[in-house]
């Protein structure tokens, strides 16, 4: 049973990290998306409403779990009994970043592997910080996320809006 976890902030979840759990699933039977709570970041959306929010995106496939979790990484994964960490690499300005973190976390679990998968084109310019943004100002991003992200946002950021 190969377990991998696909740890992120997801503040919130972007069709670019979508793409990324879909080929992730062609190399795991099952993925568990973590969410770190990551208070420095300041994140628009409370752990458990990313949790919530994520679940519903993800309801067709029974393959994949969603957690929150606090702590290191590491640790989370190894109670999930994982062997890969999942991390998506959309330019190079991740790398340095992204290989960091890759081994420092081999560095705390050598035997827990990092594996980096290259979102679709058309993804690699997307972040959840830009989404958040363009919603604020009146943007539309309805090509950047699932539909009921984009309905939350609207909700957040323009009540009067929402449908
Ligand atoms: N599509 C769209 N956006 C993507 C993306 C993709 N495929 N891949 C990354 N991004 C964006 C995210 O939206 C996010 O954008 P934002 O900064 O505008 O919010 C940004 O890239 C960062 O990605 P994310 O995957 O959320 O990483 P992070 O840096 O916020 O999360 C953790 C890092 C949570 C994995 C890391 O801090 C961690 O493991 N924390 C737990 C504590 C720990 O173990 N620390 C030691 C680690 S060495």
Redesign the pocket.
């Known amino acids: 049973m190969r377990i991998a976890i696909y ?5 919130p979840i ?4 979508l ?2 759990i879909t080929r992730a699933l062609s190399l795991c039977d099952s993925l568990i998306v973590a969410i ?1 709570e ?1 208070r420095e ?1 300041a994140p628009l959306f409370a752990p458990r409403e990313r949790v919530q929010l994520i679940k519903n995106v993800l309801m067709r496939e029974p393959r994949v779990e969603v957690e929150a ?1 606090k ?5 989370f994964a190894k109670a999930k009994k994982a062997t890969f960490l999942i ?2 690499l ?1 330019a190079i300005s ?1 790398f340095d ?1 992204e290989l ?2 890759a081994l ?2 081999r560095k ?1 679990a050598p035997e827990i592997e990092t594996i980096f998968l290259m ?1 679709a084109e058309n ?1 690699i310019f ?7 943004e363009i919603a604020r100002l009146g943007g539309d991003v309805r090509e950047l996320v699932p539909p009921a992200v984009e309905k939350l946002l609207l909700r957040r950021f323009h009540k009067n809006k929402a449908h």
């Open positions: 740890p992120g902030t997801f503040d972007t069709n670019g990290h793409d990324v770190a990551r970041k979790f702590g290191l990484v590491t640790d991390r998506g959309r991740d970043y960091q973190m420092t976390n705390l979102p993804y997307i972040s959840s910080s830009l989404v958040k």
